[in-house]
Nanobody, 125 residues
Framework: QVQLVESGGGLVQAGGSLRLSCVAS????????MGWFRQSPGKEREFVAA????????LSADSVKGRFTISRDNVKNTVYLQMNSLKPEETAVYYC??????????????????WGQGTQVTVSS
């Protein structure tokens, strides 16, 4: 099972930007579809974005389209989430996720199997 470690969270003012990173180990990174989720206190975990094993396909939640971009570097075993025009309501713990690593892509979104520990993003108003 792949291990995932997120970084890049922090405190940012509303309208600002952050880039999250997630480094994977313990598997062949280029086999995995990857994704980002977030969870605010008292709320369920929410899908943010996903990217296919080769970067050819992406999915994003409607709430982040045009502001957040998911990308990956299969040489560095890293997936990124560039977040622009952040809003206070997007304060959450952001989690990285990986699917089963079968080089598959589901247009409705991958079946994520592995999760990182999360990185806190706080957006001040």
């Amino acid at each position: 099972q792949v291990q995932l470690v997120e970084s890049g969270g922090g405190l940012v003012q509303a309208g600002g930007s952050l880039r999250l990173s997630c480094v994977a180990s313990g598997g062949i990174f280029s086999n995995y579809a990857m994704g980002w989720f977030r969870q605010s206190p008292g709320k369920e975990r929410e899908f943010v974005a996903a990217i296919s094993w080769n970067g050819g396909f992406t999915l994003s939640a409607d709430s982040v389209k045009g502001r957040f971009t998911i990308s990956r570097d299969n040489v560095k075993n890293t997936v990124y989430l560039q977040m622009n025009s952040l809003k206070p309501e997007e304060t959450a713990v952001y989690y990285c996720a990986a699917d089963a690593g079968l080089r598959a892509w589901n247009v409705r979104g991958p079946d994520f199997r592995s999760w990182g520990q999360g990185t806190q993003v706080t957006v001040s108003s």
